[in-house]
């Protein structure tokens, strides 16, 4: 094969998988409306719904909180491998029910491990001055953006800022479990994660969360 030939072939497929590489995650997927708590939305995350009847706990062997930041060069996956939380229903139903989560941020991993460490560090969640992210839910209505069932609204308690998010979920019940899946974005600065990154390799700002959630209900 002559030279000319080869990078008639060999550039253009240079060129898709550096454009791949650099993807943002969050381009397609919902971003979270966020906003400032109000003292309202703080009590009612606070307490639970006079509608709640049935109170699940999220199960998190069968269950995952992830996301997935980005830079120019490309992306990395993580998780929080200790959380827990509950799942409860009003009359049975999503809507009107309540979302608690409790993640141990120090427990992050990623697919890096020097990447593990500088999550840990000030830079980022800054482990030992923030070692818990909250969410608690204020309402849960039904319909939601992009064939989502649900809406789910409530207080964001990251990196020591708190902050009402609203964002779209899957939720279902049957008989054994309630189950809830969502993908949105939420932007790290408005909690006060700021590293930029490399001159030559910025991080962007939006984060993709990911949370696969399955609570099993009680028998009888």
Do not use: W
């Amino acid at each position: 094969m002559s030279i000319v030939r080869f990078a008639r072939i060999a550039l253009p497929a240079a060129l898709l998988l550096s454009l791949a590489a650099c993807a943002d995650p969050t381009a397609d997927k919902p971003k979270a409306t966020v906003s400032a708590p109000t003292p309202a939305t703080t009590q009612a995350a606070a307490t639970t719904p006079a509608g709640v009847t049935e109170t699940a706990t999220i199960d998190a062997a069968s269950s995952s909180i992830g996301f997935v930041g980005s830079k120019v060069t490309g992306s990395h996956e993580g998780k929080f491998e200790k959380f827990s939380g509950t799942l409860s229903l009003a009359d049975g139903k999503a809507e009107g029910g309540k979302l608690t989560i409790e993640a141990d941020v120090s427990s992050v991993k990623t697919d890096a491990a020097d990447l593990d460490k500088h999550l840990k560090a000030p830079d980022f969640f800054d482990v030992e001055k923030f070692p818990k992210a909250t969410f608690a839910s204020s309402s849960i209505k039904a319909g939601g953006e992009k064939g989502a069932t649900h809406t789910v609204t409530g207080e964001l308690d990251l990196h020591g800022i708190k902050k009402t998010i609203s964002f779209p979920a899957t939720i279902t019940t049957s008989p054994d479990a309630v189950t809830g899946t969502t993908e949105f974005s939420i932007n790290r600065k408005d909690f006060g994660i700021a590293y930029p990154g490399k001159k030559d390799d910025l991080i962007r700002d939006d984060v993709l969360l990911k949370l696969n959630l399955k609570a099993p209900r009680k028998k009888g």
